[in-house]
């Protein structure tokens, strides 16, 4: 009887958590298919603050801005981010403990901290060279340097978990340098590759703090056009904006989970499956 | 149903035979021979994987690598292979110098321990990868992983994923991958210690059969001293880094040339030689015993299957007298541990229906004098 009892509370404390994560983004949702102008009280369905979205030329900017962003950023990480995961993986021996926190510290330190550095690293260097304008430049720069940490602790962790005679049979194969690369490495690698990639792309749409430091006056994302935007207060044309995020980062986390875990699930099924075809 | 569907090595063995021997006509490439000079490697300052291994190993030979972990024979087999470089010394295969070769230019391939398939590619495309890497055309690369998969007897295994595969089928295709490319020199690392026992001895034999049939030069390591005697031509034993003995099993097992060398073959009754006399007479720890041919070695090696053991005490030349300290009773066998004045003795009796002393029961120890041995510390 106990043992039910915990097992009550129990589910209704996951419920509760569960509540607590996704309730406001409901509430978000709910309102902006809202009739009226109202934050309080909801009057009927209608798409009418969608309808203003598309029409508002500063909203479809900034949208081009943050997929732009988002896109190119993404995939210059995945680019240096690969070569770093597979530099860490080739030389693990090497007690390289240090260089692995060294990449993990950009993860852990604050937003704020990180942006002011960024902007204030660009002004210098603009002012010394002209070069770096603020603008859509200076925001991919400090994107892909927070995306990097990413792609390569997932391209790092795939490499680690690989058989290291892998990498000597495709020598032993006949397999050059190069061919290695592009007949081995890339395709083994391929789940985490595309993984990584909407990891940086979701990290990208989501970033407020930092793309706020860096970005000039022509390159608002959608982001900081909602900050600037809601201090004229929250209207129900940003809960569609909301909406659309969350359905946009919803999309791309789901579709890093399924890559990152279709290898492994399937082929543990086939295995199971294997071993009980080939044993009869 | 295709024969090669049906169980192996049990009613496949007459179309099987008849097939091999077209590829034997087609595809099979003169054996080569491999020299060894003067390799040493080192692992960071301390460590000495090879101290000076100089060796030659006859075109179509299987020769196998013995020794205990740390021995100093993968790294050997890695050099051979091109995933170390030794610090010095030579290697030449086939008359050519291959030492400063890259691994992907070299005519050698290897049977991983691990198997090392890849995980990325169906047992076809792993089949297929040595030749696509050295740029062979499609038609021909499929022409010829049908050819090798037809030997090796893989039957439908070829279209199935490499995960869906058990580990002796994996063992069999990374032989495939290997053999498929035609290299000089096939080197297998342990390829079948992963393996439970009956699927190994089966294994054991396959390998066999196929290294004759294609006659080609076999390099296999293995810490199993019995696996190294049913497999080899010659047996190279090494400890670190240096090798002991090289010669056919029978000579390893019978003739091992110092301490080290028998009890790595399993050779408990070693005793130390305190006086020589005329005619091989030679004074031990056991005892006074008559050798055929005795060497300047300082210790006596008497095999436990050379002895016979006689009710009671019948004193003679080369017999001794002992008690019987402990019996395992094996079934075929019984092995002895017989006592002879403090010092002890292992025996291996065969069971032959005769009487099997028992614990503590007096026997005469009798020994032909050329199954005695003498050899160095």
């Known amino acids: ?280 | 149903m295709t024969p090669s569907t049906m169980a192996p090595d049990t009613g496949t063995r007459k179309p099987d035979t008849a097939h091999v021997r077209d590829i034997d006509k087609s595809s099979v490439r003169e054996a080569s021979s491999i020299e060894l000079q003067g390799l040493h490697k080192r692992f960071g300052k301390t460590t000495i994987a090879l101290d000076g291994v100089d060796l030659t190993i006859e075109a179509g030979e299987f020769f196998t690598l013995l020794g205990p972990s740390g021995c100093g024979k993968t790294t050997l087999l890695r050099i051979l292979a091109g995933l170390e470089e030794p610090d010095a010394g030579r290697l030449k295969i086939g008359g050519r110098d291959i030492t400063d070769t890259p691994p992907h230019k070299r005519s050698v391939n290897t049977v991983f321990q691990s198997y090392a398939l890849f995980p990325h590619l169906s047992v076809r495309d792993n089949l297929a990868f040595g030749l696509r890497m050295r740029g062979m055309p499609l038609e021909r690369r499929n022409a010829k992983v049908a050819e090798i998969a037809e030997f090796i007897q893989l039957g439908d295994l070829v279209e199935r994923r490499v995960d869906q595969l058990s580990g002796g089928q994996r063992q069999r295709i990374a032989l495939a991958r290997a053999l498929v490319c035609e290299p000089d020199v096939l080197l297998l690392d342990e390829p079948l210690s992963a393996l439970d026992a009956g699927l190994r001895s089966q294994l054991q034999v396959e390998l066999l059969r196929v290294q004759k049939r294609l006659g080609m030069t076999f390099i296999f390591v293995t810490h199993d001293q019995q696996e190294a005697m049913v497999m080899s031509d010659r047996i190279a034993v090494l400890d670190s880094g240096i090798i002991q003995q090289v010669g056919p099993p029978r000579d390893v097992y019978e003739r091992p040339v110092n301490a080290f060398v028998a009890r790595f073959m399993g050779h408990d009754n070693l005793y130390r030689i305190t006086a020589r006399g005329e005619g091989g007479r030679l004074s031990t720890e056991l005892g006074e015993l008559h050798c055929e041919s005795p060497g300047a070695g300082e210790l006596l090696l008497v095999r436990p299957e050379t002895l016979d053991l006689l009710p009671g005490e019948q004193p003679g030349k080369n017999r001794l007298l002992a008690t019987v300290g402990e019996r395992l009773y094996r079934g075929s066998h019984a092995e002895y541990r017989l006592d002879i004045g403090g010092t002890s003795l292992q025996a291996t009796v065969n069971n032959r229906g005769r009487h099997l002393p028992e614990v503590g029961e007096r026997v005469t120890v009798a020994v032909a004098a050329e199954d005695l041995v003498t050899l160095g510390q």
């Open chain 1, 1 to 280: 009887m106990r043992k039910r009892n915990l097992q009550r509370g129990l589910s209704a404390f996951w419920w509760l958590t569960l509540a607590f994560l996704y309730l406001p983004l409901v509430v978000v949702v709910v309102f902006s298919f809202n009739a009226t102008n109202s934050a309080a009280h909801f009057t009927g369905v209608s798409l009418r603050w969608y309808r203003r979205l598309l029409g508002n030329e500063e909203i479809l900017s900034a949208f081009a801005n943050s997929m732009i962003l988002a896109i190119t950023s993404s995939v210059i990480a995945l680019v240096i981010g690969c070569l770093i995961g597979y530099g860490m993986y080739r030389h693990r021996h090497r007690k390289l403990g240090w260089l692995i926190v060294l990449i993990y510290l950009p993860i852990v330190l604050p937003d704020i901290v990180f942006g002011i550095s960024e902007m204030t690293f660009f002004v210098q260097i603009h002012r010394l060279t002209g070069l770096l304008q603020p603008g859509l430049e200076t925001m991919i720069i400090a994107h892909v340097t927070f995306q990097i940490p990413f792609v390569a602790l997932i391209v790092y962790s795939r490499f680690v978990g690989l058989d290291p005679s892998l990498f000597e049979a495709a020598k032993d194969l006949y397999a050059s340098p190069w061919q290695r690369a592009l007949h081995f490495m890339l395709p083994t690698i391929k789940p985490a590759l595309i993984s990584a990639f909407f990891l940086s792309f979701t990290l990208s749409i989501d970033d407020f703090v930092i793309s706020f430091f860096t970005a000039g006056p022509e390159s608002a994302t959608l982001p900081i056009y909602i900050w600037g935007a809601i201090r004229k207060g929250v209207s129900p044309e940003i809960n569609a904006i909301a909406t659309l995020m969350i359905g946009a980062v919803a999309i791309a986390a789901v579709l890093s989970l399924l890559f990152s875990y279709r290898r492994p699930t399937r082929s543990t099924a086939n295995h199971r499956r294997g071993t009980e075809e080939s044993e009869p």
